[in-house]
């Protein structure tokens, strides 16, 4: 079965950040919560970006804002159109 590659905007982690995190010394929790906070790190860099303000002055109301508009977005126009693709 082929799997398109996610496009850049959308891949929260590369293979060679998850190589990295499979080689490090941690448990699978670990590695779980690593994986999950360096893709978390990408996507507030991306909204911080969308917003034009540094990710440091991100508040947790424009982070639920943006969570909504996407999902909202996914809702009416589909998968392909909305930034996350879950």
Do not use: H, N
């Not at 970006?49 to 969570?67: H, K, M, N, P, R």
């Amino acid at each position: 079965m082929d799997v398109a590659p996610q496009q850049p905007s959308t891949q929260f982690l590369t293979l060679e950040e998850s190589a990295q995190v499979d080689a490090a010394l941690l448990s699978s929790p670990e590695k779980f919560l690593t994986r999950l906070t360096v893709s978390s790190l990408k996507l507030l860099k991306y909204i911080a970006q969308e917003y034009g303000v540094a990710i440091e002055d991100l508040t947790a109301q424009q982070v639920i804002a943006w969570f909504e508009k996407d999902g909202k977005i996914r809702r009416e126009q589909g998968i392909e159109a909305s930034f996350l693709k879950w």
